[in-house]
């Protein structure tokens, strides 16, 4: 059975490995900080089944909506379908708006992901969006904005600077 649970120190390697293997650099902070995060609005969990760690998941509750800013799960269990599976628990726990970023579709992984995404029904949102570096603050990955329903283009420019100010700490 799927579940989520609260990250604790017995499970640091796992999830430090888990997140430096799934993102590159620019893409997360540094897994001390992102686990001593003191926003009430963070959660970083770990995803199992049956007790066996099998992925992380770290997001932000914001009043309005719910941003996936890390997902993984372990290399040896993905293509079984866990993935989505959590996915659609996950998204069935809230109402909420949910919104994650993802690269620009210009290759095979890329592309792939984004299909993953919108077949636990997210939908790719073409505004554009500069994800800042967690190490520089500097605007260096094109991305884009996925969501839990279309976005107009006000509403992507809200999340996007609630994102800038709360996860990237940048005023806009």
């Excluded at 990250?7 to 796992?14: D, E, G, K, L, V």
């Excluded at 109402?95 to 997210?122: A, C, Q, T, W």
């Excluded at 283009?153 to 990237?168: A, C």
Aim: hydrophobic share 35%.
């Amino acid at each position: 059975m799927i579940k989520l649970t609260n990250y604790t120190n017995n499970q640091r390697t796992f999830a430090k490995n888990l997140i430096e293997s799934s993102f590159p650099e620019e893409e997360r902070p540094d897994f001390d900080e992102l686990i001593s995060r003191k926003s009430p609005e963070y959660k970083f969990n770990i995803i199992t089944i049956n007790d066996e760690n099998c992925g992380i998941i770290g997001y932000w509750e914001f009043d309005d909506f719910i941003h996936i800013e890390h997902f993984a799960v372990s290399p040896n269990m993905r293509s079984g379908g866990i993935g989505g599976e959590f996915l659609n628990i996950f998204f069935s726990l809230t109402n909420k708006l949910i919104v994650l970023e993802v690269e620009v579709p210009d290759n095979e992984i890329s592309i792939r992901r984004i299909k993953f995404y919108e077949r636990h029904g997210m939908h790719f949102n073409e505004y554009h969006y500069m994800q800042p570096s967690y190490q520089t603050k500097e605007f260096v990955m094109q991305q884009h904005i996925m969501s839990s329903k279309k976005l107009t283009e006000s509403e992507f420019e809200t999340i996007r600077d609630v994102l800038y100010e709360k996860v990237y700490l940048i005023k806009s």
